[in-house]
């Protein structure tokens, strides 16, 4: 039990490690305030054939032994929301909700979920466009000035200043220090978004959903995603992944258990912090 990540030893995964530690310390370490300070030269992502290579993040705040990990969740209020908020108060752990403006006006119950979020102190708010691009993208990104329009009215009717934003569909980074375009065709939208202020934050790991629309596989294979990525260095900053699933496969008995045994066991490690998107090294820095 002596090696540490930055050993990364070939013979001991991560998470097996520390299966067995306790979670003595893993309040004191959730959603905390602290700031990054120190910088290092790496590639961003080396599998992305877009990515920029510019100075990766280290973070003095985190003790060497330990990963930060963000959960976020799309497209909510939606089905699933309320399971949502019944897990991280069970785990008493904070996440960030990817908002869709049209989807607060989809229904009552749907109006009283964005209000149940909004009123959480776990949950922080963040803006995943008005309609969701009507789920055609290729053509939604093909004009730039509406999709900034499409933005703008779900930060207005929401009320998410914070400008902390999402690109349906896309996985797209725009922050000061990283530059990520999974599909060439959003560029452009994409560099409008971070000119009208935004701040466009990706995600490092989904867990996707079965076609039945649940959860697909289960908490274990997750983790081991988790652990690979911190393993082979792939988050886009140094110690800190962005976690992403959406609440609408939280509506099976199976999906809400698999998503709890998945933070429960993260927790137990007692080697990973929790924060909300806001927190995420440099974004609210001013943008070029
Ligand atoms: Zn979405």
């Not at 300070?37 to 705040?61: C, F, L, M, R």
């Not at 985190?62 to 069970?90: A, C, M, Q, W």
């Not at 207005?156 to 990520?180: C, E, F, H, M, Q």
Request: glycine share 4%; proline share 2%; charged share 30%.
């Amino acid at each position: 039990m002596t090696k540490t990540f930055a050993e990364k030893s070939r013979n001991t995964t991560f998470l097996g490690m520390f299966a067995l530690m306790s979670a003595t310390s893993i309040l004191f370490h959730s959603c905390n305030q602290e700031k990054d300070k120190k910088e290092s030269e790496k590639i961003i992502s080396k599998n992305d054939p877009t990515a920029k290579i510019v100075p990766k993040i280290d973070d003095e705040n985190v003790t060497s032994d330990k990963r930060v990990i963000y959960l976020t969740f799309d497209d909510g209020p939606n089905r699933g929301t309320e399971n949502l908020l019944k897990i991280l108060h069970k785990r008493n752990i904070c996440a960030t909700a990817f908002l869709v403006g049209k989807h607060a006006y989809g229904s009552k119950k749907q109006k009283e979920d964005l209000e149940l979020l909004r009123q959480d102190q776990l949950v922080e708010l963040a803006n995943h466009s008005f309609t969701h691009a009507h789920n055609k993208y290729t053509d939604f990104y093909k004009n730039p000035m509406a999709v900034v329009q499409d933005f703008d009215a779900a930060k207005d009717s929401l009320k998410l200043y914070d400008k902390i934003a999402r690109t349906p569909g896309r996985n797209i980074w725009r922050l000061n220090n990283i530059t990520v375009t999974d599909l060439k065709s959003s560029t452009e939208a994409a560099n409008s978004l971070k000119k009208a202020g935004y701040k466009v934050i990706g995600w490092d790991l989904e867990w996707k959903p079965s076609n039945k629309m649940a959860l697909k596989g289960n908490h274990e294979a997750m983790l081991k995603k988790v652990d690979s990525i911190f393993f082979n260095d792939l988050e886009k900053t140094s110690r800190h992944l962005v976690f992403l699933t959406h609440d609408q496969y939280l509506t099976d008995t199976d999906s809400v258990n698999e998503l709890d045994l998945f933070i429960e066991k993260l927790q137990k490690t007692n080697r990973f912090v929790f924060r909300k998107i806001s927190e995420y090294p440099k974004i609210n820095e001013v943008l070029n």
